[in-house]
Structure formats: structure tokens, C-alpha cells
């Protein structure tokens, strides 16, 4: 009875063993192509936008992630300066914005401001630039500062200089120190 109690154990624990190694098969181990990427970095990232041999933007930002699929870049502390004539006429800085690289244009998000030649400074949120139609946007809280007077309202279009600009719903605040 000994001998068949030894020979039951040891039949258990060659069975185990067998289902120890069986469960350790190896795997292949699958290595899968990775589609090549369509997204770019680029540090210190500059596009120059001409019209018949004349400067028309130059935008300037600390860093891009190009799409190319999109044809879309999103930019870090972009500086867009605008020209018209090929003479400057402001400068749009914003924290972050999108650029369609095929159109020109611009979605700033955050805060955005404008300064121009003329020394007016626009401030506002989420601004859009259409580079075909050359004028500024937005539909949030604007702050327009001119000839030492404050303009506020909500939603603006102008120019890239602000010679023409329409600001809705708006109020006016005089500096009588001027």
C-alpha cells in the first residue's frame, strides 16, 4: 500500500510538472509596423506671407506641431505682425493658436491682443484672422484702447490695422485727462 500511495504521488506530481511547463509556452512575440507619423515639432517655427512681391504677415512662434494630414499647425505664443502696403501696420500675440497652413488662416485662443503703428491696443479671447478677407474677429469681451479713450463691447471684425472696426454692443469710457 506504501508503494501505490508513492507511485500516486509521484503520478500527481509528474502531472503537475507537465501542466507547469505546458503553461509556460512561449509566445511569438508580434511586432506590428507603426504607420509613419504625420505630425511634426518644429522649434522656433516662422511662415512669411507675400502678395505681389510685398510682405503681407509674418508669423513668428515658439513652437509648432505640424499636421499634414489637416494641413493645420498648432502654435505656442504665436506673434503674427501684419503689413499692409508692405508697410507694418500691428502686431497680433496670442497664447496659442491654429493656423490652416494652406489658407492663413488664424484661430487664436486665449488671451490675444493687437497692437498697431498708431499705438491702439486690442484686447480680447479666441480671436480669428481670415487672411482673404484680411480683417480680425472675435465674438467674446473686446477691449479697444484709442487716442487715450476705452471702447468695450462684445464681439469685434476690423482690419489688421483697426482703421475700420465695428465693436457690438459697446460702451464707451472718456479719459477727460486728455
Do not use: W
Not at 493658436?97 to 491696443?121: M, P, Q
Not at 468695450?152 to 459697446?170: C, H, M, N, S
Request: glycine share 4%; net charge neutral; charged share 30%.
Amino acid at each position: 500500500m506504501r508503494i501505490l500511495r508513492y507511485e500516486r504521488i509521484l503520478f500527481v506530481f509528474a502531472a503537475l510538472i507537465c501542466v507547469a511547463l505546458a503553461s509556460c509556452k512561449s509566445e511569438k512575440t508580434i511586432i506590428e509596423e507603426t504607420p509613419p507619423m504625420t505630425e511634426q515639432a518644429v522649434e522656433k517655427f516662422t511662415i512669411t506671407e507675400t502678395e505681389a512681391g510685398k510682405v503681407k504677415m509674418v508669423l513668428e512662434s515658439e513652437s509648432a506641431i505640424i499636421n499634414e494630414d489637416t494641413q493645420k499647425a498648432f502654435l505656442r505664443l504665436p506673434r503674427v505682425k501684419f503689413y499692409q502696403d508692405g508697410k507694418y501696420a500691428s502686431t497680433l500675440i496670442t497664447e496659442s493658436a491654429d493656423i490652416n497652413l494652406e489658407t492663413y488662416d488664424i484661430a487664436g485662443h486665449g488671451k490675444c491682443t493687437i497692437d498697431t503703428v498708431n499705438n491702439e491696443h486690442l484686447q480680447t479671447t479666441n480671436l480669428g484672422y481670415d487672411a482673404k478677407k484680411k480683417i480680425v474677429f472675435s465674438k467674446t469681451d473686446v477691449t479697444l484702447t484709442r487716442d487715450g479713450d476705452t471702447v468695450y463691447g462684445k464681439g469685434f471684425e476690423a482690419d489688421t490695422k483697426l482703421d475700420k472696426i465695428v465693436i457690438k454692443k459697446q460702451k464707451i469710457i472718456i479719459n477727460k485727462n486728455n
